[in-house]
């Protein structure tokens, strides 16, 4: 790819033709991505959603026995004081022990905008070191950083010379995108460049290794992977990943989220690299396969029951587990079928929108098809080739179903919402409550401390899914006695009035 | 103070349009980056008090997600695009145009873009927010400055007992609501009417009476000085700055004395209503003083680390009501130095001589550090944010958030203003001491 080399990773828009805006039938979207004519869409009229800021922090902020400096003005990352009751709990619950978030802000004010902001980050650094002994700093710019020319490869690479702590920088300001999912890019990109990813220690004359060493090594390499955790999956489903690989007589090792630093050195010794996600990890997992020779699946995301076979069998194809993969599908589903009986008669014929992550909504669009339920509408935050099968797969028999693609964006989804009037709302963080405004009850799209991953996942989200269809009382009462913050007349028009084709 | 922060206890100056906000039916515009309105939301919203989106906040509030290409080529049609169908979409009655970091730095000239929508009698105003130029306190005092310079219309009559109340910040007070209720109840029942322009129920209809007081009242240790001058410059109207958020009997009365000699009330009135209040408060008090007075493990001393509204205030009523001592108290929000001489002289102004030391930081860092280099005899209480939930774990402490970041608390209306407010803190203090026995 070659793209290691540069400092900074090439923007989505560019790398993938990743699209942020548009509104259609799912056979246009998928038409128009294969024929490379999505790029380029905009709006007229936008609400504030995200950038690649706020999702490569809640990366890198997982990662323990780290300091993570924001190099910006003091609002940049501001909220990831909501991270301390993530990261806390997420150390404990694998093991660690949980310490407070480490983060520092470079407060850039008026006269560092003027006169450059090295030096506090110089500064930043240089602290962070010295007070806290870290195993790694990550620094995170932020847009004036950027605009201002701040050199921060330039500042990191000197001072690496004489900072015990492995610096890494990661660029990901939030202008320089409109697909925010470069953040996982950016972050990917920061790590492959800063930290070891080998051991290094077994030099010539070193340890005496003998045969048997070797083939013992290489037999649990052959069955040790890596799976690459994302932040919208908690520990609970890492154990049904784990639980499920397991199975296969595989070895799980997890990265980045969670990963100490120095566990990175490990990270070539498995068979395979396994994402969950085909849009968060493509540009980890063809460094890895380029630089180590290591394969990957990348196909698909193990929510729902087809979808968690189709991954499985991805993986065991890999893997010569194919047969052992049949077995262990056959007795999951087998099992699933039984418990999900009293589920599929509450959820029977009722019509769901589903809103979030470009992935993550067509599988659970499939998985409650899967259930029963009727799908009348997908957004997704954006759109890009890694879309394309598997939104075949989730429309397939109906077309014409209707797609937007927008990040967050409440007024086109209020729209939508007012058209379609499902039953049932899946949605992302931050957009539930737009659409208990209009009585309609949601099921958070995911939540780390429950289960959506795998067999096991399906039982779950049929389970909540039901219980929340059952008291809507909330809702209604609610939806009855505050009102939405649009026009009346907007509801008149295309909820894609907005989106422009330049 | 440009120096490193650790662990953030305000954000930046866009961090204002929660301010806005806090206005009903007024809606911040925002030119900046895409991501810049979410985090200042989770930061004082969504993850401080689980304030949440409300009418038109969180992810409803229009932005123009700046991006490489106005960055490059500027923003100008952008953010007239923008806001021109911002005011087709948004069932809003006030659109407050705020600026971010991109923007500032490369120069669009919004306040033109804006004036046209002004001169075609759109309601839209701007304030120049870029992240760099302050925090959100300093950014609310901006919201105020633009609606005072391009919104409100001077008044031809004053209203006779008419009182604008102004006093905590929106949003970065968790706990905004309650306290401007509790204030506006206290003042309405020595006589006078008051105004508050925050909250639910208020809105334009409480702006636009704005120019018709008799007199600003301020309640607020610093935050706020500018805009009761500009309001007196502007509309001639007088203002009374009282530098203390009065929690408990002590401050309370004091409080009610001296809003009711500026206004020229009856003394008599004033003494009714303060007796009234100190009956009920000191039926509750006797009937806990048993426990207040006996639980041999109940904190002797105490440490804030707060907005200054709350460091003096809580200090105020702790020592002068409750008898307890002072550590070293940490105001957090930023205090401009030409106030912070006057904010000192009000920690060495206590009952019996007793005198509190001050720091002026908003880097939560150095704030723990220090108080970890304390020597305790018993546990102490910290009164701060839910930064300092770790810090009381390590040094046996007592904990309770009451300052921006609240993240481990769910705050709708609860004040700790007045007398009210002094039994809520007492209740929330002491539920804590004795939560810990159980």
């Known amino acids: 790819m070659g793209y290691i080399d540069e400092k900074v990773v090439p923007k989505r828009e560019e790398r993938l033709k990743a699209c942020n805006a548009f509104g259609g039938k799912a056979c246009q979207l998928i038409e128009g991505s294969r024929g490379g004519c999505l790029v380029n869409k905009n709006r007229s009229f936008s609400q504030t959603c995200n950038c690649q800021m706020g999702l490569a922090l809640a990366m890198v902020l997982t990662i323990p026995e780290a300091v993570t400096i924001m190099h910006g003005p003091i609002g940049c990352g501001s909220s990831s004081h909501n991270m301390d009751s993530y990261f806390r709990p997420g150390q404990s619950i694998r093991g660690g022990k949980p310490k407070a978030l480490l983060w520092v802000s470079t407060n850039l004010e008026e006269q560092d905008i003027i006169g450059g902001g090295e030096s506090k980050l110089e500064e930043a650094i240089i602290k962070a070191d010295q007070n806290h002994r870290p195993a790694a700093i990550i620094v995170v710019s932020s847009c004036a950083p950027g605009i201002i020319g701040d050199d921060i490869d330039e500042l990191t690479s000197r001072l690496q010379k004489r900072i015990s702590a492995r610096i890494i920088p990661i660029h990901c300001e939030g202008f320089k995108t409109k697909i925010s999912a470069t953040a996982y890019d950016a972050v990917y990109h920061g790590i492959a460049r800063s930290l070891e990813l080998e051991l290094k220690s077994e030099a010539p004359g070193g340890l005496v290794s003998n045969g048997l060493d070797q083939v013992k090594k290489e037999y649990i390499k052959s069955k040790t992977v890596n799976v690459l955790n994302v932040f919208s999956m908690g520990r609970t489903d890492e154990l049904e990943i784990e639980r499920l690989l397991k199975a296969l007589g595989l070895e799980v090792n997890f990265y980045p989220n969670f990963a100490h630093p120095d566990k990175f050195r490990f990270l070539i010794e498995a068979a395979l690299n396994i994402s969950v996600c085909p849009t968060h990890d493509d540009y980890f997992v063809e460094i890895l396969k380029e630089r180590y020779g290591i394969p990957y699946v990348l196909n698909n995301m193990p929510i729902g029951i087809r979808n968690t076979e189709d991954w499985l069998l991805d993986i065991a194809k890999e893997l010569n587990l194919e047969s052992e993969a049949k077995t262990l599908i056959e007795k999951e589903k087998k099992e699933l079928e039984v418990e999900l009986e009293l589920y599929r008669s509450i959820l029977k014929g009722k019509r769901v929108l589903v809103s979030g992550g470009e992935i993550r909504v067509a599988v659970t669009a499939m998985l409650l098809q899967e259930l029963g339920c009727e799908v009348v509408g997908i957004r997704a935050y954006h759109y890009d080739q890694f879309g394309d099968d598997i939104y075949l797969k989730a429309v397939s028999g109906n077309p014409d179903l209707e797609i937007n693609v927008a990040t967050t964006q409440v007024f086109e989804l209020v729209n939508m919402l007012k058209k379609v009037k499902p039953d049932l709302f899946v949605g992302h963080s931050g957009s539930n409550v737009w659409a208990a405004k209009l009585g309609i009850p949601a099921l958070p799209l995911f939540s780390q401390p429950q289960n959506y991953v795998g067999y096991r996942g399906v039982f779950e989200v049929a389970k909540r899914a039901a219980r929340i269809i059952k008291n809507t009382a909330f809702q209604r009462t609610f939806s009855e006695n505050v009102t939405l913050p649009f026009k009346e007349d907007w509801y008149g028009k295309s909820p894609f009035t907005y989106i422009t084709e330049k | ?438």
């Open chain 2, 1 to 438: 103070m440009s120096q490193l922060v650790e662990q953030i206890r305000h954000v930046c100056a866009l961090g204002a349009l929660q301010s806005v906000l806090a206005i009903e039916r007024a809606v911040p515009v925002l030119h900046a980056g895409p991501g810049c309105g979410q985090k200042l939301w989770g930061a004082l919203g969504l993850d401080n008090g689980c304030q949440g989106s409300g009418y038109v906040g969180g992810h409803s509030v229009p932005s123009t997600n700046i991006t490489e290409k106005e960055v490059i080529f500027g923003g100008d049609k952008k953010l007239r695009e923008t806001i021109e169908n911002a005011l087709k979409v948004i069932d809003a009655d006030l659109f407050v145009v705020l600026t971010g970091c991109t923007s500032d730095i490369v120069g669009d000239d919004v306040g033109e873009v804006v004036r046209e929508f002004q001169d075609a009698g759109k309601p839209v105003v701007y304030a120049e927010t870029g992240g760099f130029k302050g925090t959100n306190i300093y950014g609310h005092e901006l919201v105020l400055e633009a609606i005072i310079d391009q919104y409100l219309k001077p008044s031809e009559e004053i209203e006779p007992g008419l009182v604008n109340i102004w006093s905590v910040v929106p949003f970065q007070d968790a706990f905004w609501t309650g306290n401007l209720k509790e204030l506006e109840k206290l003042v309405s029942e020595i006589g006078l009417k008051p105004n508050v322009i925050f909250g639910p129920g208020r809105g334009l209809q409480a702006l636009n009476k704005v120019p018709k007081a008799q007199f600003n009242l301020l309640v607020s240790p610093w935050v706020g000085v500018k805009n009761v001058q500009s309001l007196e410059e502007k509309f001639g109207t007088p203002y009374l700055h009282y530098p203390v958020l009065p929690i408990g009997p002590t401050e309370t009365g004091k409080f009610l004395r001296t809003v009711g000699e500026y206004a020229g009330l009856d003394s008599k009135r004033i003494e009714e209503v303060i007796n009234r209040h100190e009956n009920e408060y000191f039926y509750y008090i006797e009937r806990s003083a048993d426990v207040l007075l006996e639980t041999r493990l109940l904190p002797r001393r105490f440490i804030t680390v707060a907005d200054s509204f709350y460091t003096l205030g809580v200090s105020k009523f702790l020592i002068n009501d409750m008898g307890l001592l002072p550590e070293t108290q940490f105001i957090t929000d930023d205090v401009s130095p030409e106030h912070q001489e006057k904010i000192e002289e009000e920690f060495k102004n206590f009952i019996d001589g007793i005198s509190s030391e001050v720091v002026f930081t908003n880097d939560g860092g150095l704030a723990q550090e220090t108080i970890r280099n304390i020597k305790f005899r018993g546990r102490p209480l910290i009164l701060g944010s839910a930064w300092e939930r770790v810090l009381a774990e390590d040094i046996n402490g007592y904990q309770l958030s009451i300052s921006m970041p609240l993240s481990d608390r769910l705050v709708l209306n609860r004040s700790y203003v007045g007398y009210e407010g002094a039994l809520r803190l007492v209740e929330d203090i002491y539920s804590l001491v004795l939560q810990d026995f159980q």
